[in-house]
């Protein structure tokens, strides 16, 4: 799974329409029949994540964590 946003309004297969601008969590060939489509379009540095499921950060950069575990102070 791959969570995307979501360039163009979009109807999933079980009828729930999600919004432009909507981030969604789809499979591989959904998001390829999306990205066809243009739906969504392709991310930089889309190339498997860091996260635990797969998925990337999409939130706001260039700042380094400060929170538990940091070496900073």
Do not use: C, F, R
């Amino acid at each position: 799974m791959v969570y995307v946003m979501l360039q163009k309004e979009w109807t999933d297969g079980n009828g729930v329409t999600h919004l432009a601008g909507d981030s969604v969590d789809v499979d591989a060939a959904t998001l390829a029949a999306l990205q066809a489509q243009g739906i969504v379009s392709e991310q930089a540095g889309s190339g498997g994540g860091g996260g635990k499921d797969g998925s990337e950060w999409v939130g706001p950069g260039g700042t380094e964590w400060v929170g538990p575990g940091s070496t900073k102070p």
